[in-house]
């Protein structure tokens, strides 16, 4: 009997051990199969983020090009309007600087060439003796010279009976000239 006890021992035994490896290799299974899901589910978000982060930095990328593409624009447009503020101060410095003494003296001459001078009077910034002796055949005609207020530069001949008049200041000169100097491109 004592066999038969060691048998149903073991057999008891071997079937616990057995019962326990199954047990065992069941909740190993689980574990890898839990530790499986956590790494595949881990992987997605990782690959999520890493979608999400390059989606982030190619919009940031364009988004900076876009904005270093504005920044030239105006760097250019800055540039061109100081260049043509520029232009315009030496034009202007320069009619300014040209329309004096015999030049406006001609000026005069040829603006009123062909009229009747004596129906005209000629505003200028300055009645100089340089500008008398160059006009003074037109003064024998009856041209009046006077200063003006409005003239800095320049003449304005106008008819004496206020019906119109010819400007030729160095400001209407130049706003004649700058849109040629307004469209330059570089």
Do not use: H, W
């Not at 250019?76 to 003296?105: H, M, N, P, W």
């Not at 009077?121 to 009645?127: G, R, S």
């Not at 849109?179 to 330059?184: C, E, G, S």
């Amino acid at each position: 009997m004592e066999l038969q006890i060691q048998d149903l021992v073991s057999s008891i035994r071997k079937e616990g051990v057995d019962a326990a490896n199954a047990e065992a290799e069941k909740i190993l299974a689980e574990a890898r199969q839990k530790a499986d899901a956590i790494v595949s589910e881990a992987r997605e978000q990782a690959e999520g983020a890493k979608e999400a982060a390059e989606k982030e930095i190619g919009i940031l990328k364009e988004s900076a090009a876009v904005s270093a593409d504005q920044a030239r624009r105006d760097a250019v447009l800055a540039f061109k309007k100081e260049i043509q503020a520029i232009y315009e101060k030496i034009l202007r410095e320069g009619i300014r600087d040209t329309l004096s003494g015999e030049a406006l003296g001609k000026l005069i001459r040829a603006a009123a060439a062909g009229e009747d001078v004596s129906g005209y009077t000629a505003e200028v910034a300055e009645v100089s003796d340089g500008l008398k002796s160059a006009l003074a055949k037109e003064i024998k005609g009856g041209l009046e010279i006077r200063p003006s207020k409005n003239v800095k530069a320049g003449f304005r001949l106008a008819a004496k009976d206020g019906s119109g008049y010819f400007g030729c200041t160095d400001e209407e000169i130049a706003e004649m000239l700058m849109p040629y100097f307004r469209d330059l491109d570089f």
